[in-house]
């Protein structure tokens, strides 16, 4: 299984980006997905997750009502829209596969995962 994350980069604050991530190497519609970031000197949080239908999402306090996930289940692809970001958005991002097929649940935790992504840079400046 492998994963392309993309999309990351340099925005003011206010701005918006749209990060990508392709899927190849398994069933992808059958599992669900999940974005998450790791600032530096920080642990690795949840941002945002979808389930394999795209059914349901759910998403950290911090970033509800700003960013949306989504996927495109024809294109093996789930995708994070970035609005009205802020200098703490900055992190590295990183999109995951989660482990359990066909769940109706959204995991929010890491070790619900099983495949990770290289992780695309986000910076925000001030």
């Known amino acids: 299984v492998q994963l392309q994350a993309s999309g990351g980069g340099l925005v003011q604050a206010g701005g918006s980006l749209r990060l990508a991530c392709a899927v190849s190497g398994r069933s992808f519609s059958s599992y669900g997905m999940g974005w998450f970031r790791q600032a530096p000197g920080k642990e690795r949080e949840f941002v945002a997750g979808i389930t394999h239908s795209g059914g349901s999402t759910n998403y950290a306090d911090s970033v509800r009502g700003r960013f949306t996930i989504s996927r495109d289940n024809a294109k093996n692809a789930v995708y994070l829209q970035m609005n009205s970001l802020k200098p703490e958005d900055t992190a590295v991002y990183y999109c995951?596969?989660?482990?359990?097929?066909?769940?109706?649940?959204?995991?929010?935790?890491?070790?619900?995962?099983?495949?990770w992504g290289q992780g695309t840079l986000v910076t925000v400046s001030s």
């Open positions: 995951a596969v989660a482990r359990t097929r066909l769940s109706g649940v959204v995991v929010t935790q890491p070790t619900g995962y099983l495949y």
